[in-house]
């Protein structure tokens, strides 16, 4: 079969089909479409104003290193007036952040824009290899969510940003929908989907990437050959959380546009007036946005400082014998805690 | 089974429970009690996620949560003819015990106040059977086999015989073509579509056999966990809108109001209770038996499911519980603001063979929905009104659509390409998930699989395909009148 | 032991469509007990038709299917460890078919 010419420029052959709208392209003209998009977006949303300090929240990854790019180029070409920098957390996991870090330390220097990193050990005085020395290796995952959403916010205030924009790709957003699908996270899956949050007090984030360019992510980052750092976290994953990966693995080798329209489900849920969502305070330890008393991260914090490091982690599921009666070791250590009769510190929920 | 009656409550039956229950004694460690009855009596299954009970307790347990949803819902009232649709399953099977028990219970009660008040009524009820064979391509033996057993099981045991209907999922087409029926599933290539196509096709036969023979309510026996692997199958196949209309304890877009007393009781209870008080239940193939975990979405899912509760037996609840909090459709409720609008809507729905909804003028009244002719879920009306595909066709196209046009969707044999643009706008009156797995691709097998389609669901597809033409037609109308006005402005 | 083992829910299949079978189980080397564990090994190597994964996950069964020992709960009788006794009953039942 002869290959068939730019649909766009009708100049150049086509070199690659957009999933979304089968529509054959050739490279140039699917960089400058894919470009306009995210411009778009971010114009029709008004995600930024002139003069803000913008931090791109840069793991290495794919998705963050594409961010990058294209919100320079964005800011260059249509003269957004933006203070951009990298922003980078350490988890401190040996094998896997190291040579993330790398990648981001070589794009502040292809992008030319800083790049400030924050570590747990800095932030929190542990670092993950440190906090998986502590618990053992099955609810780490907890810890590292709890912690790499605040560090990313706390991180950004501290080198005074104005707002954030994250490089969520679909399969994050994805099984994210899910997970607060599985957990019962009312809250977080009526805004999990939407492009930006925490306008009120927090600071504001922001997903330039949506529903209609995220296909194209890994389409842009192999022909423009950005450097890019892929690697799994080094810790398994909690089995709920396993399990929602393996699900979405299943789905994708059966139905590769499952993906996206998990996160069409997700944009398009529309709760009941009456459901009720909890109210947003402030963590009485740290300031930081929370419904308890204290914020997830601090109620962590305080079990890991106390040297009962699965406080807070939730009941683990003591199947056959909570039936028979007989006690976990987790609902011994809830018992010694000081933090009594609080029982919306200690309910199981989990922090993305 | 005596511990069956409907008056085991939770204080009596630690008595029954010695009497039926041969005592030998669960093997290796120490006994556990029942934490319902706190006499002693000695648990024999795990329900309600972590409570040792016995098998007493756990049919009081099963049998109130099917009550409260009867009666806090009004499910089913005196007056209603209740269909049950049995698969010969535990969930089904449990339903029809269940329906059993409280009729014989209203039955005595209204025997025994017959001096005192007379126009007490009882509901009737009836039981159906969608034999799904054909499906399958077994032969014609083991099929009428599968309808011996489903006829004993319905047939005996019961103090009064309810009628048994039995029907076959080609009765959908009018002539019961099992040709037809095959040919239509084959051409859908989509494994997941294909599952899903059955269960449509399924509910337009229920609804065939409840309308012929005069029920009021059919009965589905969708419990918690088939519910939860349903919302993530839903999920995931992008119908996050329409989600909600199909897991709640009503749903009146059906001719018969469709009802789910069964929605709070988990699959592993109505398992153990088949188990243990000897119902008879009948395993029947289906398209996903043996098959593997991931030969479907719906499949999946359910795998999923499944797994989650291994790590926490609270999972398929609270998915059903965050599904629940999805805001429903104006169909699912009972009590419409008027009662009288509600039965006027329910003979135009009767006059007009099975259409659910009435859309004369789309997205102008809060309380109708369109519905996807083929699976009969509501549509997004941002999607309906505003997609792509329409807009492409709009620009394009830009002359007048005739009503010659509108054949396309009638099933004329002129050529195709001629009507690419009206074919693009015909395939948004299905809902994009329908689109995708059953109908995937209008040029080429779509119509196929369109054309053999029952005539009731083609003919919902054309009325739609032309009360959205006249709306799209008013619309571009408005439009033009703003562009001028905008043009004269610069 | 003799043991008498039955499938159900559709795990039939996976033993030649027979739902009963008396089985004659012995606990292996340097065991005194037969344990509900060592009887899962057992099915699978001497029993079980086709399709392991179709019954098994790992060292237990597959999530989704319910074990009763006599007509009681698995999970009243400590699961895998559970230890069995001659002429008990041991059912197997598949939650993942059917409504």
């Known amino acids: 079969m002869g290959r068939q010419m730019c649909e766009l420029c009708k100049d150049r052959r086509a070199a690659l089909i957009r999933p979304r709208n089968r529509q054959q392209l050739c490279q140039q003209c699917f960089f400058v479409a894919f470009e306009n998009e995210i411009h778009k977006t971010i114009v029709d949303n008004r995600l930024f104003k002139p003069g803000e300090r913008v931090a791109i929240a840069a793991s290495g990854g794919k998705d963050s290193t594409v961010l990058a790019h294209v919100l320079t180029e964005l800011n260059r070409r249509h003269n957004y007036g933006l203070d951009l920098f990298l922003l980078s957390i350490d988890e401190g996991i040996t094998g896997y952040r190291d040579d993330s870090l790398e990648t981001v330390k070589r794009n502040e220097i292809q992008y030319g824009i800083p790049l400030e990193v924050l570590s747990y050990k800095a932030l929190y005085g542990w670092s993950m290899d440190e906090i998986v020395r502590e618990i053992g290796r099955k609810n780490n995952c907890t810890f590292c969510g709890v912690f790499r959403r605040q560090a990313l916010d706390r991180g950004a205030a501290k080198v005074k940003a104005d707002k954030m924009a994250t490089g969520h790709n679909a399969d994050d957003i994805a099984e994210t929908v899910l997970l607060n699908i599985i957990r019962g996270d009312i809250a977080r899956l009526s805004r999990c989907t939407a492009i930006i949050t925490g306008e009120e007090g927090a600071l504001p984030r922001c997903k330039p990437f949506n529903l209609g360019n995220l296909d194209c992510l890994f389409t842009y980052a192999y022909y423009k050959k950005l450097d890019y750092f892929s690697t799994e976290c080094t810790y398994s994953p909690n089995a709920y959380r396993g399990y929602a990966r393996e699900f979405i693995k299943d789905l994708e080798s059966i139905r590769p546009r499952a993906i996206l329209d998990i996160i069409k489900s997700g944009e398009s849920f529309r709760f009941a007036l009456t459901t009720k969502m909890p109210e947003q305070g402030t963590c009485e330890k740290c300031g930081y946005i929370s419904s308890q008393k204290w914020c997830k991260a601090c109620v962590l914090l305080d079990g890991l400082n106390r040297g009962l490091p699965r406080l807070g982690i939730g009941r683990t599921r003591g199947k056959s014998s909570s039936a028979t009666g007989i006690q976990t070791d987790n609902s011994c250590s809830d018992k010694q805690t000081s933090i009594r009769n609080d029982k919306r510190i200690l309910k199981p929920s989990l922090d993305f | ?490 | ?99």
């Open chain 3, 1 to 99: 032991m003799q043991l008498t083992l039955e499938f159900g829910g559709g795990l039939e299949l996976l033993f030649g469509s027979k739902k009963k079978h008396q089985v004659d189980v012995s606990p292996s080397n340097g065991h005194i007990e037969l344990t509900v564990e060592a009887l899962l090994v057992w099915i699978r190597d001497n029993l079980l038709k086709e399709r392991p994964e179709m019954f098994m996950k790992d060292k237990s069964v597959r999530p989704g299917v319910l074990v009763l020992i006599n007509d009681s709960d698995w999970e009243l009788c400590g699961r895998l460890e559970g230890v069995l006794e001659d002429k008990d009953t041991v059912t197997f039942i598949s939650t993942l078919h059917g409504g």
């Open chain 2, 1 to 490: 089974m005596a511990c069956d009656s409907a008056t085991c409550g939770s204080s009596s039956c630690g008595s029954q429970e010695a009497c039926c229950a041969p005592q030998k004694k669960p093997t290796g460690s120490q006994l556990v009690f029942c934490v319902k009855c706190k006499e002693g009596v000695v648990a024999r299954v795990v329900a309600n996620q972590s409570e040792p009970m016995c098998l007493g307790c756990l049919h009081a347990s099963l049998l109130s949560k099917f009550k409260t949803a009867i009666n806090n819902h009004s499910l089913v009232t005196p007056s209603d003819n209740v269909l049950l649709a049995f698969s010969g399953g535990p969930a089904s099977r449990v339903a029809l015990e269940f329906l059993r028990e409280i009729r014989s219970k209203a039955q005595s009660d209204k025997d025994a106040s017959r001096d005192h008040r007379s126009g007490l009524t009882v509901f009737g009820l009836g039981v159906v059977f969608v034999n799904e064979a054909t499906v399958l391509q077994v032969s014609s033996a083991d099929a009428q086999l599968v309808e011996d057993k489903i006829s004993s099981i319905v047939c005996t045991g019961s103090p009064r015989l309810e009628t048994l209907h039995i029907a076959r999922l080609e009765d959908v087409f009018k002539n019961e073509l099992s040709q037809r029926l095959r040919a239509l599933l084959e051409s859908v290539q989509d494994m997941t579509g294909r599952e899903d196509l059955i269960e449509y096709l399924r509910m337009q036969v229920l609804q065939q056999v409840a309308k012929e023979h005069g029920y009021t309510k059919l009965v589905l026996g969708l419990c918690t966990t088939r519910i939860a692997a349903r919302v993530l199958a839903a999920t995931a196949k992008g119908q996050g809108y329409s989600l909600p209309a199909d897991i709640q304890y009503l749903d009146s877009r059906w001719p018969v109001p469709v009802v789910l007393p069964l929605r709070d009781c988990v699959t592993r209870e109505l398992v153990l209770h088949c188990h243990v008080a000897n119902l008879d239940t009948v395993f029947i193939r289906n398209l996903s038996t043996m098959a593997d975990r991931s030969s479907s979405i719906n499949n999946l899912a359910h795998t999923f499911v499944t797994s989650l509760q291994e790590e926490n037996a609270s999972r398929e609840y609270t998915i059903a519980r965050t599904a629940a909090k999805l805001m429903p459709f104006s169909f699912n409720y009972s009590e419409c603001p008027s009662t009288y609008l509600a039965n006027r809507r329910r003979k135009d729905l009767l006059a007009t063979n099975i259409t659910p909804m009435n859309n004369k003028e789309m997205s102008s009244s809060s309380g109708s929905e369109v519905l996807c002719p083929v699976c009969s879920s509501p549509l997004d009306m941002l999607d309906y009104c505003n997609s792509d595909t329409d807009r492409v066709s709009l620009e394009e196209n830009g002359r007048h659509i005739d009503e010659e046009d509108l054949e396309y969707c009638g099933g004329s044999d002129r050529g195709i390409h001629s009507f690419t643009h009206q074919s693009i706008a015909f395939q948004t009156v299905f809902c994009a998930s329908c689109r995708f797995q059953i109908l995937p691709d209008v040029h080429t097998k779509g119509i196929q699989t369109y054309e053999l389609l029952p005539g009731s669901m083609r003919e919902r597809a054309q009325k739609q395909f032309k009360d959205k033409y006249s709306w799209m037609r008013h619309q571009i109308e408005d439009l033009l009148i703003e562009e001028d006005g905008a043009e004269s402005q610069t």
